[in-house]
């Protein structure tokens, strides 16, 4: 079925595009929204009078992506990762990783939008692509850094010594702290029998 989509609809398309969509989701999706509307010669006629102003606004997607092309290939992203003393990352850094760093540098992009070729498993230099708009897309630097984690050498492990099995918990923790131990209870005193006169 036919439709001309009165709103932008990722991946599907922008407003005024002509799609071809199965009748369901015309009918239960994009027409209850005003995502579409069908394609007939009275909506072509409604969008050949908005042309102008549909182009408009696509001139100005594609300024704001050349501009966001310019800042985005200007950015060298340091991502520092946990890695091993051979320089092997501990896990790998992701279309995600790369999202959150581009968030905190301000730059909102989808995580289905940035593509790595391969995967980035060790520390150094790559690059990744950005789909901005169109066919416009911005290449960034990422640069991985490895932060080296310390793991406790076989001296530094406390010794094992013998331990006294005559020595029980209570006696244990009563001799390091004299003064919260409990005293222990007096043996009762043995009845007195009466001299024999």
């Known amino acids: 079925m036919k439709v001309i989509l009165n709103k932008d609809l990722s991946p599907l ?7 071809d969509v199965a009748k369901g989701y ?4 994009l027409f209850p929204r005003g995502i579409a509307v069908p394609y007939n010669d009275s909506t072509l006629k409604l969008f ?21 092309k310019e ?20 896990g790998a850094v992701t279309s995600q990783t790369i999202m959150d760093e581009l968030a905190k540098q301000g730059y909102q992009i989808e995580r289905k939008r940035i593509e ?9 230099k790559y690059k990744a692509s950005v789909k901005l708009y169109e066919n416009a897309s911005a290449e960034v630097t990422v640069n991985v850094i490895g932060q080296e984690i310390k793991t406790e050498s076989k001296s530094a492990a406390p010794s094992r010594g013998k331990r006294r099995r005559d020595a029980s918990p209570q006696s244990e923790s009563a ?3 004299p003064e919260t131990a409990a005293p222990e209870p007096e043996a009762p005193a043995a009845p007195v029998a009466p001299a024999a006169e």
């Open 13 to 19: 398309g922008e407003e005024g595009d002509v799609k």
């Open 26 to 29: 015309a009918r239960n999706y």
């Open 48 to 68: 050949a009078s908005r042309k102008d102003e549909i182009e408009k606004r696509k001139n100005e997607k594609r300024q704001d992506a050349a501009g966001l």
């Open 71 to 90: 800042k985005i290939e200007a950015l060298k992203l340091d991502i520092t990762m946990p890695a091993g003393p051979n320089g092997k990352l501990y």
């Open 116 to 124: 790595i070729s391969g995967s980035i498993k060790s520390v150094g």
């Open 175 to 177: 001799s390091e702290n």
